[in-house]
């Protein structure tokens, strides 16, 4: 039987969009069905993971997903190999067996999971070889190829901005405010000062907002944490790191190591975790995500998208 | 003071506008009258002589069978078209007898002629004068049968006849205003809440049977909201065909509002929403059909402005006070829709809550019963916390009370809230719940009233429902009809289920059968339910991509810039935006180039004579997880330049041409590197490319000559 990882994704490339509400009742349902234990939070979990990984990409506000067009790229520093993502109908996984007796070096990774996690899909890599002909590898797998999707996308990742002026919450509305120092957010009597608030709005739904100078401005989670600590009000921060691999010859490669109250937003997640097409590694007792195999470029990149000075640990 | 026939046409004008008005037109109408609805409409209409005496002074006592014989006679006489047959006053007060028939034990005919008799006869019911009665009491069923065929004629201008005789023949005719007397008002505005609740359909109103067993389970938790004669009905064996007549009629013509019992306006549900951070209670409401916005009157003076929007929930009705006396004597308040017709919203007071998380409003939320697998809190009234702490122990053994005083301080005084509620366990639940009191009744999971498909993955939604993906089979849930564990003879694909499933409201999961793709067919309880299982359908993605992170190009100092967008959005148009780990094509990147791991020494020569060493790494560390990958290269950063990468092995030195220029000797013979160059090339036994190195080897050769 398949894992439980591969049956969503088979599911989602089947139907390639729809509700998130959806979505999130399938992965429970799956959980449940093929007696997975899962902790609170699981499917949003699963969600969150999936778009890591380029299976798909989330619109949040409108609670809406679509399945990621298939592509075939390579992991950088990695000595070679080359990851399938995106799309994986039964007729796409008919073409990889098919590639796959055609001497293509095929292999299906399992992403580690972690208790009360359901199981991600199975990761498909490609060992590179000199003789092949990427974009016509690609193209008998119906996917297109994109050379180096991580090292590619540092270039243009967005700095970051407010999205614009916001609406202040009503008088009585009950809001949270982020905690720096505890890394969550607060309950708090009212508007305190300036800051990162979220709070549920009059038409349920629950917008993030930084109040700064007076200035209500929209954001999102992650974003305004991140503005926040460039706003330098929390003084010196040091919340992502990159440690160099110990591997000698593989200078610039490393451990980028991000604490978990300040999440990387969803593109530089993407390409930190499409570096090694596995999910990161995460750190209950030192409270991080650790993406493994990224290029230094590509940590200063993200850092630099993000208004932050790359800390480098030896 | 009028009497005689002026008296009896006041209560006709009277009776008919209060009962078929052309406001009625369309709809159900059920000619309920008792001794209370008499008085409110000789209130109403200021009639002065009372509805008993009126009749009482037109009887024919002098006759043996024809005691209605005027009544019969004036109708035959005054019939029109375009208003009701001129015999209402008589026939109400037939109706009125019938409410006044002992409501318990066997419904027998003395039952409706001895009240009968004692309103004609002024409280008294000689024998005699009984005879009289029943003999004489075709000619009232006849007018009954006269105003049934009326109703029928005139296509339900005035509204949609119930009047029915449906019974064994020697209750044929009183029947008749029986079927006018079983329910009341406020029993036919609760009916609409249980047709809503059910959704309710009209392949569904054409099953009575079905209607009937579903009502049975639904009454059952609302006993004492509807009318004692109508529960007494339901339980009847004698009354059930009249019954179940008459509630399929209402559902054929209901037109999907539910009504409020004491006002008659439609009726919208609010429901508890609770926050626990921090502790508070809120009001909501379910939006329904046709209602998009209002205004209601709250308590406070105020008047609150609700809307609809993609919530299932209303937007503003959270702004109405709330107190926790609320919770303990229930909630009415008034509003009015967007066409300002009248709406009541109203929260019926419970002992015991049942809370789940909603997935719109992101909190807590008021639910009719409890569903398997799902976390609730439960809310419980002082008087049945034994109970319920009891049945949750048993079958939810992660619950815990919450104590914390805080959230205390939200309950009304002496109530107890559970967390961690969820029943995953069907033995277990079913041993709990097997003591029969409110608390059970309560926390039993929601009445399954035929077996259904849920979840599953389904596919293909817009080629119909019923086909899912092969591994995503949908669960069965089994009819409960109210009870728990009841074993019911299933078959899957004509194969008998043994030993029978247990319907206890938990579903079956059919996924771990690993079905074949193909239809599947499964009967339960004579109902037939049908699936398909299919393995594959789109082979070319068609709409893949919908979502994505834009990408757009901005003017910056050092000329247009390339940025993404770091929030994915639905994209409307063929925009550039990331989409998985596509969309980054047009940022320029150089390839690594691969060499063979194993090498003794390994180099880079250019085509103009430079060489540059090139040093094994190690293994990356992240791959050692990868079982089975075996890296055969390692990833050198060589110039962007032809040349060859030259290897010594133990047997053989190799090279792989990078790029397809020929050798610049003069730029060679200048090469700080020159003997170095040579040497290499010179080693070579095994070039990949061959015609090429011939050109190379030539040079070298020549340089060292």
Redesign the interface.
């Known amino acids: ?2 894992n439980a990882g591969d ?2 994704l ?2 989602i ?5 729809g509700s998130l ?1 959806d979505l ?3 992965i429970d ?2 959980a ?3 007696r997975i234990s899962t902790r609170d939070g699981a499917a949003g979990r699963w969600v969150r993971d999936a ?1 890591s990984l ?9 609670g ?8 075939l ?1 390579r992991l950088p ?5 080359l990851v399938l ?3 994986r ?3 796409a996984t008919d073409r990889l067996n098919a590639a796959s007796d055609a001497e293509i070096d095929v ?1 299906s ?1 399992a992403s ?1 999971s972690q208790e009360g996690d359901v199981p991600m899909p199975n990761t498909i ?1 490609i ?4 003789s092949l002909d990427h974009t016509d590898v690609a193209r008998k797998l ?1 996917a ?1 190829w ?4 991580a ?3 540092a ?6 901005s407010y ?1 614009g002026p916001a609406a202040k919450p009503l008088p009585g509305t ?1 809001v949270d405010k982020y905690d720096f120092a505890r890394s969550r957010f607060i ?1 708090v009597p009212g508007v305190v000062g300036d800051g990162l608030y979220r709070f ?1 709005r ?3 739904k ?1 917008p993030y907002q930084i109040l700064r100078d007076g200035t209500w401005r929209a954001t ?1 989670y992650e ?1 305004g944490i991140y503005l926040e600590l460039a706003s330098g009000s929390y003084g010196k921060a040091s919340c992502i790191r990159w440690k160099q ?6 200078n610039d ?1 490393g451990d980028l190591v991000v604490d978990w109250g300040t999440p990387l ?4 997640r ?1 390409a930190a975790v ?1 570096c ?1 097409g596995l999910k990161p590694r995460y750190s209950r007792i030192a409270g991080t995500a650790v993406y ?2 990224v290029p230094l470029s590509l940590a200063k990149a993200i850092s630099r998208s993000l208004l932050q000075d790359l800390v480098l640990i030896s | 003071m009028v009497h005689g026939w002026a008296a009896y046409r006041q209560w006709q004008n009277a009776l008919a506008a209060e009962f078929f008005g052309p406001d009625q037109a369309g709809l159900p109408v059920v000619f309920y009258v008792d001794a209370e609805v008499l008085r409110q409409i000789e209130a109403r209409y200021n009639l002065a002589v009372s509805l008993p005496e009126t009749i009482r002074s037109l009887l024919r006592w002098g006759t043996s069978s024809r005691l209605f014989g005027a009544f019969h006679a004036h109708a035959a006489t005054h019939s029109s078209h375009d208003s009701p047959p001129p015999s209402l006053p008589v026939l109400a007060l037939s109706v009125v007898a019938a409410t006044e028939m002992a409501t318990e034990g066997l419904i027998r005919n003395t039952n409706y002629y001895t009240p009968l008799t004692r309103l004609l006869c002024d409280g008294k019911a000689p024998a005699a004068k009984r005879a009289i009665v029943l003999s004489s009491f075709p000619q009232v069923a006849d007018l009954w049968r006269r105003l049934d065929q009326w109703l029928r004629r005139t296509q339900g201008a005035f509204g949609v006849s119930t009047i029915s005789a449906k019974d064994s023949p020697h209750r044929e005719l009183i029947g008749l205003p029986l079927s006018q007397a079983l329910v009341r008002r406020s029993d036919r505005m609760l009916l609409t809440q249980f047709f809503h609740d059910i959704e309710l359909s009209p392949a569904l109103a054409a099953k009575p049977d079905y209607l009937l067993r579903q009502l049975r389970i639904w009454a059952d938790s609302r006993v004492r909201k509807f009318s004692r004669r109508f529960v007494a009905a339901l339980e009847s064996e004698v009354d059930r065909p009249l019954v179940t007549e008459l509630v399929a009629r209402l559902a054929e013509s209901w037109d999907g509002k539910a009504l409020d019992p004491a006002t008659g306006h439609r009726m919208l549900k609010l429901v508890l929403q609770f926050t626990s951070r921090p502790p508070e209670f809120r009001w909501a409401a379910e939006v329904v059909k046709g209602v998009e916005s209002g205004e209601i009157e709250s308590s406070d003076g105020r008047t609150i402005c609700f809307h609809q929007d993609e919530s299932p929930f209303y937007i503003g009705i959270d702004q109405l006070p709330f107190s926790s006396s609320l919770l303990v004597d229930g909630f009415r308040v008034r509003g009015r829709d967007e066409r300002h017709v009248n709406l009541a919203f109203n929260y019926s007071s419970e002992r015991i809550v049942v809370f789940r998380k909603d997935p719109y409003l992101g909190c807590w939320v008021s639910q009719e019963s409890t569903t398997t697998h799902d976390e609730h809190l439960i809310l419980v009234h002082p008087e049945d916390d034994a109970d319920v702490r009891k049945i949750l122990k048993e079958a939810s053994p992660h619950m815990r009370p919450v104590v914390i005083e805080h959230v205390v301080r939200a309950l009304p005084q002496g109530w107890t809230l559970y967390s961690n509620v969820r029943f995953d366990d069907p033995a277990a639940l079913s041993r709990a719940l097997s003591v029969n009191t409110q608390a059970s009744a309560r926390l039993r999971p929601s009445p399954v009233g035929r077996p259904k498909l849920i979840g599953g993955l389904p596919v293909a939604k817009h080629l119909g429902r019923g086909f899912y993906l092969q591994g995503g089979a949908p669960d069965l849930l089994l009819a409960t009809h109210g009870e728990f564990s009841r074993e019911v003879s299933v078959a899957l694909d004509g194969h008998k289920q043994e030993p029978p499933f247990a319907a206890t409201g938990f579903p079956i999961p059919l996924a771990l059968l690993e079905l074949s793709s193909e239809k599947h067919e499964i009967s339960a309880d004579g109902h037939l339910l049908n699936f398909t299982l299919v393995e594959r359908l789109t082979d070319v993605p068609v709409k893949t991509g919908t979502v994505g992170f834009p990408v757009v190009a901005q003017a910056s100092s050092q000329g247009s810039q390339v940025s993404a967008d770091n929030v994915a959005v639905t994209l409307t148009t063929v925009q550039s935006a990331i989409r998985g780990a596509s969309g980054v094509g047009a940022v320029p990147y150089l390839e690594p180039c691969l060499v063979q791991r194993g090498a003794l020494a390994s180099a880079y020569i250019s085509f103009q004579g430079e060489v540059m060493e090139i040093v094994e790494p190690k293994r990356p560390a992240w791959r050692d997880e990868l079982v089975g990958v075996v890296s055969y290269y390692f990833e050198a950063e060589i110039p962007e330049e032809s040349g060859w990468i030259v290897q010594r092995f133990a047997r053989r030195v190799t090279a792989r041409a990078v790029g397809r220029a020929l050798p610049d000797v003069s730029a060679i013979r200048e090469a700080p590197e020159l003997d170095q160059w040579i040497d290499l090339v010179l080693m070579v036994t095994r070039p990949d490319n061959p015609s090429l190195w011939k050109a190379y080897r030539t040079v070298a050769e020549e340089l060292r000559a």
């Open positions: 039987m398949k049956l969503l088979g599911w490339s089947e139907i390639e969009h509400r999130l009742d399938g349902w799956v449940r069905s093929y778009v380029g299976f798909i990409d989330v619109d949040w506000v409108n809406h997903w679509s399945v990621a067009p298939p592509v790229t520093a990695s000595d070679g190999l993502t995106g799309s109908t039964a007729a292999h990774v580690s890599m060992s590179d070889d000199v119906g297109s994109v050379p180096c999707f090292l590619q996308v270039e243009i990742l967005p700095k970051l999205r009950p309950e549920i009059a038409d349920h629950r999102t974003e691999e110990a591997e000698s010859g593989r490669i937003p969803a593109l530089q993407r499409l090694t493994r195999n």
